[in-house]
């Protein structure tokens, strides 16, 4: 039924902060009523909706399906006694609202994932399988290159019961375990395939958000989108490194309000067939990192919002 996720909605108490910290990241603001909304270049789809209010909390994230999945949504969430409820935020789109077991807000629209109309990143040289040729990657003006995320890849948010959000989103929502890490862990991808994940759950005392994921074009924008971040001030807070658990490269930074923002390149992708894929199901730390510049950091995995 899920088969795309179109953005997340946050509410944080300066919108300006935000602005500053989403822009140099490399996302483009609009106003949209009252709120601020920052979509990815050359990309015709909101990403983050930032929403002002006493404290910063994750307030809710949408997700896409089709006109067939919406039918068979509706019939899963009234099988499964859950309401489905008035729009519990101003904002100009449609859809349907409910709540997890956990109280989060989720909405779902029936729309596709908007495609990126950025020009495709240069060709990668590998042993064997040289496709850029006579063609430079890197020139004099590579220097003034700056990340420029390409779309809103996956979060991840905490959960008090991974077990439970897990059997809720993949047995109502229809969603696909692709990896986990015992009860304390858990990657799910979309009905119809594609990344390694577009939601996954950690498991805390109380619900919140862990980190936003941005894809870019190539582990330069990766390193160059850090560097711009940490030289403005920013926290890195994990990386660069290449996970075990979607196998992409990865940069880490704080964002204001001590969640975290990911640059990402080079995902598994998972055949809405499935094609044979084994979850894992291994320790945290196996799925954390093939390597890193450093372990991560005590503070990586906890949850800094306040819960209500």
């Given amino acids: 039924m899920i088969r795309s996720l179109l953005h997340v909605g946050m509410t944080v108490p300066d919108l300006e902060i935000g602005r ?12 949209s009523g009252n709120d601020l909304v920052f979509r990815c270049p050359d990309r015709a789809q909101d990403q983050v909706r930032l929403i ?20 068979a949504l509706k ?12 729009a519990p935020f101003r904002v100009p789109f449609g859809g349907i609202w409910f709540q ?8 779902v629209q029936v729309e596709e994932a908007a495609p990126s109309l950025m020009a495709a990143p240069p060709e990668v040289n590998s042993p064997g399988r040289y496709r850029r040729i006579g063609t ?26 991974v077990d439970r959000s897990t059997d809720f989103y993949t047995q ?24 390694h994940h577009m939601l996954a759950f950690a498991k805390s005392t109380h619900t919140g958000l862990h980190h936003l994921s941005f894809e870019v074009g190539d582990f330069d924008e990766i390193a ?26 990865f940069h880490y930074i704080r964002d204001p309000w001590n969640s975290l923002a990911e640059y990402f390149w080079d995902i598994d992708i998972i055949p809405e067939d499935d ?14 990192a093939v390597w890193a510049s450093e372990p991560p950091p005590p503070e990586f995995p906890m949850n800094f919002e306040l819960p209500d």
């Avoid at 997890?100 to 909405?107: F, S, Y």
């Avoid at 109502?172 to 990344?195: E, P, W």
């Fill in 20 to 31: 500053a910290f989403y822009e140099l990241f490399g996302l483009e603001a609009h106003a």
């Fill in 52 to 71: 002002e209010g006493p404290k910063k909390r994750l307030s809710y994230i949408s997700l896409g399906t089709n006109a067939a999945g919406m039918q």
């Fill in 75 to 86: 019939g899963n969430l009234e099988r499964a006694g859950v309401a489905i409820a008035d």
């Fill in 100 to 107: 997890d077991p956990h109280g989060d807000w989720v909405n």
């Fill in 136 to 161: 430079r990657a890197c020139g004099v003006e590579t220097m003034q290159k700056r990340a420029r995320p390409r779309r809103l890849g996956h979060l991840i948010k905490f959960s008090p019961d």
């Fill in 172 to 195: 109502v929502l229809g969603m696909k375990v692709s990896d986990r890490a015992q009860d304390i862990l858990a990657f799910l991808r979309g009905t119809g395939g594609g990344d």
């Fill in 224 to 249: 160059i989108g850090a560097q711009t971040m940490t030289r403005a001030g920013y926290k890195s807070a994990f990386g660069p490194g290449r996970h075990v658990g979607g196998s992409n490269y």
């Fill in 275 to 288: 094609s044979g894929w084994v979850p894992l199901n291994v320790t945290p730390e196996e799925l954390t």
